[in-house]
Nanobody
Framework: QVQLVESGGGLVQAGGSLRLSCATS????????MAWFRQAPGKEREFVAA????????IYADSVKGRFAISRDNAKSTMYLQLNSLKPEDAAIYYC??????????????????WGQGTQVTVSS
């Protein structure tokens, strides 16, 4: 059974930083691409960043490129998202997600069948 648990969210001032973590129980998580999505109140869930199973490929939404950094530690079955230079519009619930085994990175939620419960990021102006 695939289980994903996010942590690291919180309240931060604009311009500040946070580091989100996503721990997975999946023993074969190193064979899956992983991603972060976010959803603000009243808005659609949107893609933030994704990383391939071998960490070689990373992709980002234009809105976070240059400010956020995705990484993973396959030995710890954990993915991270470093959020820098946070803006009020970055406030949302952040979700981690994984693909089926051996699938490639993608930008659409439908490519990720497994999801965590989310962690709240609040940015004060």
């Amino acid at each position: 059974q695939v289980q994903l648990v996010e942590s690291g969210g919180g309240l931060v001032q604009a311009g500040g930083s946070l580091r989100l973590s996503c721990a997975t129980s999946v023993s074969a998580s190193s064979s899956r691409a992983m991603a972060w999505f976010r959803q603000a109140p009243g808005k659609e869930r949107e893609f933030v960043a994704a990383i391939s199973r071998n960490t070689i490929t990373t992709i980002y939404a234009d809105s976070v490129k240059g400010r956020f950094a995705i990484s993973r530690d396959n030995a710890k079955s954990t993915m991270y998202l470093q959020l820098n230079s946070l803006k009020p519009e970055d406030a949302a619930i952040y979700y981690c997600a994984v693909t089926p085994v051996y699938a490639t990175v993608g930008r659409t939620a439908s490519e990720y069948p497994y999801w965590g419960q989310g962690t709240q990021v609040t940015v004060s102006s």
